[in-house]
Each structure stands twice: as structure tokens, then as C-alpha cells.
């Protein structure tokens, strides 16, 4: 099957900084990527949808200042949260979306990165 | 809107069977997933329901009714590793997935 790789699996970093966190597809080309969040014993939340080669659309209350996403090939889109808050501190999962060779898509996910700022 | 319920938490003995409902109004649909996520990690496809009826594969079965806006994901001899949240998901009529808000299923001994 399809297999998504997310980098890091997790990252402490001090509030204030940035950090960037990686989604691959490592054996499909993904036009359309997905980045969610999800806190402790709620379920995902999508923050934004990335398209290769276009501007993310982000979903409603989620800050595409604070929450830089960039899909520049079609194995690749980046999620940077700048300026982290501790309220930032979350679990992000990306997952890809592929057809194969099925008449649907199906999203597979990367493993997650648990993001704690201090 | 589109909204997609289910139940929040259910509790089953092991080597039983136990049934999650979930209903949904979104606009337009292009089928139906259940995931299942263990906690601290991410979600695993399960299913994948377009048509009417029962798919089933091994011990996890999943049901659609498209006309009720209804389906169920059905897990028989439950085991104890089975214990984690299963989240519906519906694709609308832009191929977006619309999630429910996951039933987390504890398996007791």
C-alpha cells in the first residue's frame, strides 16, 4: 500500500520559534495533501488542504500566517508553525490523497509529529 | 451544514461483537471510510463503502444505506487490541473527507 512518511515523529522547541514539519509520499504522487490536528481525546481536525504548485486553503479559523504550508513537488508539502505558542503544542498528521488504481480516493497518513512548545 | 454523529465511547467484552453506528448529512457523497486510530498514532484505513450493503473483510464488516444516510462498521470476536477510536468519514460532493468525531471503543476482558 501507500505509504506516508512525516518528519519529525516529534519536537520540543521554545516558544517563539519556528518549526517545519515534513509530509512525503514516498511511493505515489500527491497532488492534494492534507494537514490536521488533533488534541487529547478529540478527533482531527483539518487545518488545511495543500495542492502541488498552488496556494493552500486553509479551513476556517486556522491562521495561514501562523501556519505556513508549502507543496512544491508532488512528494512533498512542508507545514511550518511560526512564532509557536505553548497552545500550539498539538499531535499534526498529514495524509495524501491517492486514486491507484481504484475508482476512489483513499487518504493515507504519515505517522503524526507530537509538537510541544515550552 | 454536513455533520456526521456518532456514538462517543462504547464499551464491549472480549470475543464479543459490537456495532458503530454512524449517520451523516453532508452535501453529495462519494462513499464512506471508517478509520481506526490507536491513541498517539494516526489513522489506518479500515473500510471503504460506495453502494448500498455489507462489505466485509475478516472480522471487521461495514454497512451502508445510502437512502438512511446510515452506516455501521461491525467487529466480531473482539480482541483486546481492538480497544481504540473509530472514526467515520464521508467524501462530499468535492472529494473533501468530512469527519465524525470518532467512537472510542474500550474492550474489557
Known amino acids: 500500500g501507500a505509504v506516508v512518511s512525516q518528519h519529525p515523529s516529534w519536537v520540543i522547541c521554545k516558544s517563539g520559534t519556528s518549526v517545519k514539519i515534513e509530509c512525503r509520499s514516498l511511493?505515489?504522487?500527491?497532488?492534494?495533501m492534507f494537514w490536521y490536528r488533533q488534541f487529547p481525546k478529540q478527533s482531527l481536525m483539518l487545518m488545511a488542504t495543500?495542492?502541488?504548485?498552488?496556494?493552500?486553503?486553509?479551513e476556517q479559523g486556522v491562521e495561514k500566517d501562523k501556519f505556513l504550508i508549502n507543496h512544491a513537488s508532488l512528494t512533498l508539502s512542508t507545514l511550518t508553525v511560526t512564532s509557536a505558542h505553548p497552545e500550539d503544542s498539538s499531535f499534526y498528521i498529514c495524509?495524501?490523497?491517492?486514486?491507484?488504481?481504484?475508482?476512489?480516493?483513499?487518504?493515507?497518513f504519515g505517522p503524526g509529529t507530537r509538537l510541544t512548545v515550552t | 451544514g454536513q455533520n456526521i454523529d456518532q456514538p462517543t465511547e462504547m464499551t464491549a467484552t472480549e470475543g464479543a461483537i459490537v456495532q458503530i453506528n454512524c449517520t451523516y448529512q453532508t452535501s453529495g457523497f462519494n462513499g464512506l471510510f471508517w478509520y481506526q486510530q490507536h491513541a498517539g498514532e494516526a489513522p489506518t484505513f479500515l473500510s471503504y463503502n460506495v453502494l448500498d450493503g455489507l462489505e466485509e473483510k475478516g472480522r471487521f464488516s461495514s454497512f451502508l444505506s445510502r437512502s438512511k444516510g446510515y452506516s455501521y462498521l461491525l467487529l466480531k470476536e473482539l480482541q483486546m487490541k481492538d480497544s481504540a477510536s473509530y472514526l467515520c468519514a464521508v467524501t462530499d460532493s468535492n472529494y473533501q473527507l468530512i469527519w465524525g468525531a470518532g467512537t472510542k471503543l474500550i474492550i474489557k476482558p
Open positions: 511511493d505515489f504522487q500527491a497532488t492534494t
Open positions: 495524509s495524501a490523497r491517492d486514486q491507484g488504481d481504484r475508482d476512489y480516493y483513499e487518504q493515507y
Open positions: 495543500s495542492n502541488e504548485g498552488s496556494k493552500a486553503t486553509y
